[in-house]
């Protein structure tokens, strides 16, 4: 009889050995949402409002029609840069949770750089722009990995605490250096002139260009995080910081490099909402997709392509909110209220990893 001790693992449980974890990665983060709205569920019944109602509206606004999805995919963009400036980070194993401070300041960039090149051609102005916001993004949540690293404060706290301060500042500069003078009941910088304004894709529906490169940007982040030598760097550091110190990888530089990344990506939510949406910046680039973005990512487990169907499915929770407002006669903010008890139900998920015997090989080989 074979020693079980040194017999080779077969194929199948090579394979199984392989996609155990994957399905991991999907069945705990589907069950908690699921765990989630069955909360809010229950949330609804006691205020005497319909759980089935209140989904079949989110349905019917989200995603039943063409001009459902319009709504939807309009608010993705940002959620998609969002969900980026925590999950880029977040494969060192920090939470920075700032993404909202670096959208204002991200679009606030890009609106002074448009103003400043407007003399220019479109192609050269896009670019002005989107690297000021970029540039600004980054350096904004960059600062908390150089925190971080250089002073050892926390990176959540620097980067929510940056995040006020980074709104604070929009504030001012948009109500005193850059504002319009015309922008009377709402103050605004002056406008973007019509040829740096982004149009709509030629897809069929009204669905501006930040969503094809909020798609792009995700694929470029799991090409880096997924495939290249600094990716695999950065999971090492993330695993245990002081192994990864000890293997002589620059953790500073990769800590450092990661969260700049993460805030380019939000300056790049600011100036999509800038040049396609708002045509210059003001009070309305602070709407919470910074702090969406949190949910995104930790539904996402900080994986680049799985940012992307979790942004469709919460732009489509965020689309219906006045129709649920509407036929309800609930408040606007019964969207935020859901999404806070899934994001919830998504830590308390944490703790299930690895736990689960059916995610282990030995509960599916025949010895066991």
């Known amino acids: ?49 319909s759980p089935v109602d209140f989904y079949a509206l989110i349905y019917k606004a989200g995603f039943s029609s063409a001009f459902s999805w319009q709504n939807t995919l309009s608010r993705v963009s940002p959620l998609l840069f969002a969900g980026l400036c925590v999950a880029l980070p977040a494969r060192l194993g920090l939470v920075v949770i700032g993404g909202e401070g670096a959208i204002a300041l991200g679009g606030l960039a890009a609106a002074v750089a448009g103003l400043a090149f407007a003399w220019a051609p479109s192609f050269l102005g896009f670019i002005a722009m989107g690297v000021a916001a970029m540039i600004i993004g980054g350096a904004w949540i960059g600062a908390v990995g150089w925190l971080r690293i250089r002073r050892g404060v926390n990176e959540t706290i620097a980067s929510l605490l940056m995040a006020y301060i980074a709104i604070a500042l929009m504030n001012h500069w948009v ?24 149009g709509d894709m030629p897809v069929g529906i009204d669905v501006h260009w930040g969503f094809f490169f909020g798609l792009l940007a995700c694929l470029l982040a799991w090409i880096l995080t997924d495939r290249t030598t ?118 308390l998920s944490e703790t299930l990893y690895g736990r689960i015997a059916i995610f282990k090989p030995g509960f599916w080989r025949a010895d066991a």
């Open 1 to 49: 009889m074979a020693d079980v001790t040194t017999a080779q693992p077969t194929r199948h449980g090579v394979a199984l050995a392989k996609w155990l974890p994957r399905l991991e990665a999907v069945v705990i983060p589907l069950g908690a949402l699921i765990a989630g709205l069955a909360v809010f569920s229950v949330f609804l019944a006691v205020l005497g409002k």
């Open 175 to 198: 109500e005193g250096l850059f504002r319009d003078p015309a922008s009377l009941n709402k103050p605004s910088t002056a406008p973007l002139p019509e040829h740096l304004r982004i």
């Open 230 to 347: 600094t990716g695999f760097a950065a999971r090492i550091a993330g695993d245990n910081i002081r192994a990864a110190e000890v293997q002589g990888l620059p953790v500073g530089r990769l800590v450092i490099g990661f969260t700049a990344l993460g805030g380019a990506a939000a300056g790049l939510a600011g100036f999509f909402e800038v040049a396609a949406i708002h045509g210059s910046a003001n009070g309305s680039l602070i709407v919470g997709y910074g702090y969406t973005g949190i949910l995104v990512a930790f539904l996402a487990r900080h994986n680049p392509l799985a940012i992307i169907p979790v942004a469709i499915l919460l732009a489509g929770f965020e689309a219906s909110s006045g129709l649920v407002q509407r036929r309800m006669d609930l408040p606007d903010a019964t969207i935020l209220v859901m999404e806070g008890i899934v994001f919830v139900t998504i830590l």
